[in-house]
């Protein structure tokens, strides 16, 4: 299984390419599939590749849903040690 996940782009980099934040990490991906994309704007990621544009609304609630799960994952994890 794969998962795309949703990125804020933080820089608009030339030859359709861009730098992208996700949990403070930044990589560059490739905007050739995806156009009229700026800063600030949340786009799909899979594989160093935009896959579409995201409503900010929806990137924020599936970015804390993501965290929570992370959190939720942490603490089973934290339980099973005693």
Do not use: W
């Not at 998962?3 to 990589?27: F, N, Q, S």
């Amino acid at each position: 299984m794969c998962l795309a996940i949703p990125c804020r782009v933080v820089e608009l980099r030339g030859d359709e390419h861009a730098l992208i934040d996700v949990a403070g990490m930044r990589k560059e991906i490739s905007l050739a599939l995806v156009d009229g994309v700026g800063v600030g704007d949340y786009v799909i990621v899979h594989v160093g590749y935009a896959l579409t544009r995201l409503d900010p609304e929806e990137a924020e609630k599936t970015l804390a849903l993501f965290a929570e799960l992370g959190d939720a994952a942490l603490r089973d994890a934290a339980g099973g040690l005693h």
